[in-house]
């Protein structure tokens, strides 16, 4: 089930994740990209108060972020993404704490997450996933690594 979620109401719910910080949507959409790898999710995120020449809507895999241009709030954006939707909205999970969000989402008949219980559910996701895999490092023997000094004229020291 897909998701759209009020972006700036679930910032401050997201440990180590501010408002205040001039990267947040961008950490937001991250852990969105990654949370979206990991359940197979599609994710629409609405942020308001986007500054003159930011592209209204850009994909990052998975994610959608929406930037509502200043002045009409984000909340108005997603209830008319939910009036377009029609009845495919019951198909929908909407994220936010607003209460005029929650009950607009209802009366689409989509289904209503709390920005708090989505959060732990992020975590829960991220915290599960096997940890990725490093770069395989390349070791070089002694013996390499004593051609390339000298080849580099470089004095080994012993210590």
């Not at 990991?38 to 629409?44: A, D, K, N």
């Not at 495919?88 to 708090?116: K, M």
Request: hydrophobic share 40%; with cysteine; charged share 30%.
């Amino acid at each position: 089930m897909p998701l759209i979620i009020d972006g700036h109401n679930l910032i401050p719910k997201i440990p180590g994740l501010s408002l205040q910080a001039i990267d947040d949507e961008t950490q937001l959409v991250e852990l969105l990209g990654e949370y979206c790898r990991l359940s197979r999710r599609q994710v629409e995120v609405f942020f308001d108060n986007a500054p003159p020449g930011v592209p209204r809507a850009r994909s990052f895999g998975r994610v959608t972020a929406r930037f509502v241009r200043a002045g009409v709030p984000a909340d108005q954006a997603i209830r008319e993404k939910l009036v377009r939707l029609g009845k495919a909205a019951r198909n929908w999970t909407v994220v936010s704490s607003d209460h005029q969000i929650q009950a607009a989402a209802r009366a689409a008949r989509a289904t209503v997450l709390s920005a708090e219980a989505f959060a732990q559910e992020l975590q829960k996701t991220l915290e599960a996933s096997p940890p990725k895999p490093d770069a395989p490092e390349d070791k070089l023997s002694p013996e390499e690594l004593e051609s390339w000094l000298k080849l580099f004229g470089v004095e080994q020291k012993d210590d």
